[in-house]
């Protein structure tokens, strides 16, 4: 089993930063998921923002965030990180880690899931 534990939510105004972190626990090595970060505003559906592959550390990017955010990992930390700059209000939502044996963009290639961690950019 894999737990995903996401932290660095928060309220911020908007043209600033936030870190989001998502630490990965359970009886497997982090380097053996390719990871993403999702994110579901209100009333809208949830949507792809980044993910990283298993141990290249390939990227990919949603168009509305590209040279925004980075997303990186540390192996010998299980840990998985998406920095954020320039918020917008529109990036608003709850945001998601996930792990999967595949580097996709699909929600339904990601097998575990965090809880979510609020993120809110002021105007």
């Known amino acids: 089993q894999v737990q995903l534990v996401e932290s660095g939510g928060g309220l911020v105004q908007a043209g600033g930063s936030l870190r989001l972190s998502c630490a990965i626990s359970g009886r497997t090595f982090s380097s053996s998921y390719a990871m993403g970060w999702f994110r579901q505003a209100p009333g809208k559906e949830r949507e792809f923002v980044a993910a990283i592959s298993r141990s290249v550390g390939n990227t990919y990017y949603a168009d509305s965030v590209k040279g925004r955010f980075t997303i990186s990992r540390d192996n010998a930390k299980n840990t998985v990180y998406l920095q954020m700059n320039g918020l917008k209000p529109e990036d608003t939502a709850v945001y998601y880690c996930?792990?999967?044996?595949?580097?996709?963009?699909?929600?339904?290639?990601?097998?575990?899931w965090g809880q979510g961690t609020q993120v809110t950019v002021s105007s």
């Open positions: 996930a792990a999967g044996f595949i580097f996709s963009t699909m929600i339904h290639d990601y097998d575990y």
